[in-house]
Each structure stands twice: as structure tokens, then as C-alpha cells.
T-cell receptor, first 114, second 114 residues
Framework: DAGVIQSPRHEVTEMGQEVTLRCKPI?????LFWYRQTMMRGLELLIY????????DSGMPEDRFSAKMPNASFSTLKIQPSEPRDSAVYFC????????????FGQGTRLTVV | AQKVTQAQTEISVVEKEDVTLDCVYE???????LFWYKQPPSGELVFLIRRNSFDEQNEISGRYSWNFQKSTSSFNFTITASQVVDSAVYFCALSEGMGDKLIFGTGTRLQVFP
């Protein structure tokens, strides 16, 4: 398996624009997580899905953020409109059921909003 | 609610020194899982180890060792004879129950100087 695949790797956009980050989890994994990493706040969990269903989105900072998982092999995180404070590295991770299984992370998307 | 605290923001050592990274966790569950991840300067997140709440046996893997103590809710990580290649940010993480959300601490940046 190629691992968790995220695209794009880098994104630079202007304030106010819509940004869509993409993630392909590892085949067979039924949990998918979106994290945001900043110097100030470390790795924050934004939202996670189980079997394509959002379970907990309490970490989503505000209504400008939305996430979907239309099928088991694809998820998106959308920011609309984007703001400079959204600049961060966004990671997607997946794991199988069972608390003792580790999560596998994608390479991350570095988002810069100017 | 689950919480992970890594009080050490940054640690600097000279090569060959031993170093311990602290991790303290909070959870109400009796079944939970603890993890350590490494994030080298290249940015990817690399899984190092997992432990379940029923196994307090310490583990050693080469120069790495982990000390799990339920009495103090700690899961500390020691690197013996540190090397420059150990320079990275290290994250401790906690998962409750059966594969539920994975929460990370804020990380400890370790710098090993030659």
C-alpha cells in the first residue's frame, strides 16, 4: 500500500479564497482523522470519521471549516473563506478499528494564506 | 475528558547524553492506549511505540526505552546515548476505548548537538 496520500503538498492562497485539501486513507482502514499543526497549538484534532461517518467535529475551529468523506477512499477538508490564521500544516491519518492500532499519517499539506 | 501533557517544550543535549522526555496523561477510561511518535525535520510523523493500559511492562528497543507508570499516569521516553539523528519533535498520544479519537500532546523538541 502507498500509505496515506494527501494533496496538494503545498498550497498558497489569498485571503478569502476557498481551499480544499484532499486525503486518500490506507485501504481497509475505517478511521480517518484530520489534524492541524501549528507552532502555538501543536497537533490539534479537527475531526474524525468512522466508516465514512463524522464522529466528532468538536475540534473544527469555526464554520469556515468543513470536512466530508463521500466514500472509504477519499476525504476532503475545505476552508471557505480562508484567513491568514489558517496557515498551518494539515495532516490526514488513518487507522483500523482497535485502540491498540497506530494511526498512519500522510505527508501533510502546508497551507499558507496571504 | 482525555488529555496529554508534555511539559518540556524543548530540550537540548550534547551527543551521547541520555535524555528523558516526559508524558503525563489524563483519562477516565480503564482501557486506553498510549503512543509515541517522532517528527524529524522532514516533517513526517513516524510511529515509535504503543502501550495498552493493562501492560505496565517497560520496553526497550535499542537505544530507546519507555517507562509506563499508571500510578503517576506517566509514559516517559528515554533515549540512551543520544545521537544527532535523534533531533526531532516527539509527540505522546492517547486513545481511549476501542479505537476512538487519538489525542496528542503539544510535543517536545529535542536538539542533539555534536
Amino acid at each position: 500500500d502507498a500509505g496515506v496520500i494527501q494533496s496538494p503538498r503545498h498550497e498558497v492562497t489569498e485571503m478569502g479564497q476557498e481551499v480544499t485539501l484532499r486525503c486518500k486513507p490506507i485501504s481497509g482502514h475505517d478511521y480517518l482523522f484530520w489534524y492541524r499543526q501549528t507552532m502555538m497549538r501543536g497537533l490539534e484534532l479537527l475531526i474524525y470519521f468512522n466508516n465514512n461517518v463524522p464522529i466528532d467535529d468538536s475540534g473544527m475551529p469555526e464554520d469556515r471549516f468543513s470536512a466530508k468523506m463521500p466514500n472509504a477512499s477519499f476525504s476532503t477538508l475545505k476552508i471557505q473563506p480562508s484567513e491568514p490564521r489558517d496557515s498551518a500544516v494539515y495532516f490526514c491519518a488513518s487507522r483500523t478499528t482497535g485502540g491498540d492500532t497506530e494511526a498512519f499519517f500522510g505527508q501533510g499539506t502546508r497551507l499558507t494564506v496571504v | 475528558a482525555q488529555k496529554v501533557t508534555q511539559a518540556q517544550t524543548e530540550i537540548s543535549v550534547v551527543e551521547k547524553e541520555d535524555v528523558t522526555l516526559d508524558c503525563v496523561y489524563e483519562t477516565r477510561d480503564t482501557t486506553y492506549y498510549l503512543f509515541w511518535y517522532k517528527q524529524p525535520p522532514s516533517g513526517e510523523l513516524v510511529f515509535l511505540i504503543r502501550r495498552n493500559s493493562f501492560d505496565e511492562q517497560n520496553e526497550i528497543s535499542g537505544r530507546y526505552s519507555w517507562n509506563f507508570q499508571k500510578s503517576t499516569s506517566s509514559f516517559n521516553f528515554t533515549i540512551t546515548a543520544s545521537q544527532v539523528v535523534d533531533s526531532a519533535v516527539y509527540f505522546c498520544a492517547l486513545s481511549e476505548g476501542m479505537g476512538d479519537k487519538l489525542i496528542f500532546g503539544t510535543g517536545t523538541r529535542l536538539q542533539v548537538f555534536p
